[in-house]
Each structure stands twice: as C-alpha cells, then as structure tokens.
C-alpha cells in the first residue's frame, strides 16, 4: 500500500540526506493503516513539486513521546548530535497534545529512502 504525507522542509531534507531515518507521528486513523512494507510518499510542505518516496522498514509503537524518546534513537529521529542532550518529548506538543498522544499512541516508522526527491 502507498501513503502519502507532507513534511516539513528540515525534516524532508535530513531523509533525504539519510540523516533521518525515523518519522515521528501520531497513530491516528490515518497512520494505523501504515505496515511494514508500505510505502510513504513524503510532499515537501515547502515546495510541494518535491516528493520522496520510502519503504518502510519497521514500525515501532508507544503509548506516548515520552516512551518513544526513551526507547528509540534520537539522532534516527532527526536530531542532531548537539540536540541530542537537550531534546525533549515535549517537542513534539507543536504537532500533537498530550491528550492525542494517550488518546492514539504514537509512532516512529523506521524508513529507507526508494528514491531522491522527483518532481510530482
């Protein structure tokens, strides 16, 4: 199955630089129907003609970011090295409320990149 999601331009980039192999998202409707094997296609929100496709490769679950910041690699999570000591799950409160959080758990889905970024 294909899916498709829009992502940030920062985000976007470190994927595609490799730097980023985790994504980080709610377990909403939309999201629990993503299983491994699956491919994303991620719209870059910043210039929608670039897109990038990835098949992914795991798809980990918790109840919370609390538990997901615990438990999985921050630096495949898109932080950078100098980030790592002062990342916090309280990061991701700009895209999803704690009371999402209990009500859906969250998600890292583990990636790899399919191919480079391609006009739409």
Do not use: W
């Amino acid at each position: 199955m294909k899916h498709t999601m829009r992502l940030d331009d920062d985000p976007f980039m470190k994927i595609l630089a490799g730097e980023k192999t985790i994504e980080l998202r709610l377990n909403d409707e939309k999201r629990s129907l993503i299983n491994v094997g699956d491919e994303i296609v991620f719209v870059n929100r910043d210039d929608s003609s670039l897109t990038l496709t990835c098949l992914v490769k795991a798809i980990h679950k918790f109840k919370d970011f609390e538990l997901l910041y615990k438990h999985l690699s921050l630096k495949k999570c898109g932080y950078a090295a100098d980030e790592i000591k002062s990342a916090h799950p309280n990061d991701m409160l700009k895209y999803y409320s704690k009371a999402d959080q209990h009500k859906y758990g969250v998600l890292g889905i583990e990636l790899t990149p399919l191919g480079n970024h391609e006009p739409k």
